[in-house]
């Protein structure tokens, strides 16, 4: 009888690294699925044994990933991975059940070996250069935004500002 081979889904939003990894990850062994957001990511019909996530999947967060991907399989091992990692984002992402969160650029090796729980005492890898104030403004209202299923108003009412304003706002963070 043959085993199994373990089962991996990468969710990333920049194809050309979300086809890096399943390559990679197809020539450790593994069977790899895609997805670019969550909507794809709900389209997946299997389950899975790990995961790997980025942070940021276009105008999706990573973290809701996170969630959907627990209420699946509540035993998949899941990694954050993030070009723009903060304390804050890295706390939220294992309380809500990543087993680790790395920072860009990352290779396979290290990703797997996050996964397989092989760097368990190695610290959160936080860039040594410091974000700029822009660069947190623009996480931080993402993130309420996403708090607040995308309506505007309820997120401007928590951030403290007009409505109007923070429309000037998410329209200076044009979608990549």
Same mark, same amino acid.
Request: aromatic share 6%; hydrophobic share 40%; net charge negative.
């Given at each position: ?5 373990? %089962? ?11 086809? +890096?990894?399943?390559?990679? /990850? ?7 699925? +895609?997805? %670019? $957001? ?7 019909? %299997?389950? /899975?044994? /790990? ?12 973290? #809701? ?16 991975? +993030? ?10 992402? +294992? ?7 790395? %920072?860009?650029?990352? #290779?396979?090796? *290290? ?36 708090? $607040? ?5 309820? *997120? ?21």
């Amino acid at each position: 009888m043959t085993e199994r081979p373990p %089962s991996l889904v990468v969710v990333e939003d920049d194809a050309r690294f979300a086809d +890096t990894l399943r390559a990679e /990850f197809q020539h450790l062994g593994y069977r790899v699925e +895609t997805a %670019s $957001c969550l909507s794809a990511l709900r389209e997946l019909r %299997s389950g /899975f044994d /790990f995961a790997v996530v980025d942070l940021r999947l276009g105008r999706d967060s990573g973290l #809701d990933a996170v969630s959907l991907l627990l209420d699946r399989n509540p035993e998949a091992r899941i990694v954050m991975l +993030t070009g723009y990692g903060s304390i804050a984002t890295a706390v939220q992402a +294992t309380k809500l059940g990543a087993v680790n969160y790395l %920072s860009k650029p990352v #290779d396979a090796e *290290a990703i797997e070996r996050a996964l397989r729980g092989e760097e368990q005492d190695e610290p959160i890898s936080v860039p040594e250069e410091f974000q700029s104030l822009a660069r947190h403004e623009r996480e931080y209202i993402e993130f309420v935004l996403a708090e $607040c299923e995308g309506n505007i108003s309820r *997120a401007a009412r928590r951030l403290g500002i007009h409505r109007q304003s923070l429309q000037r706002k998410l329209r200076k963070y044009t979608p990549r």
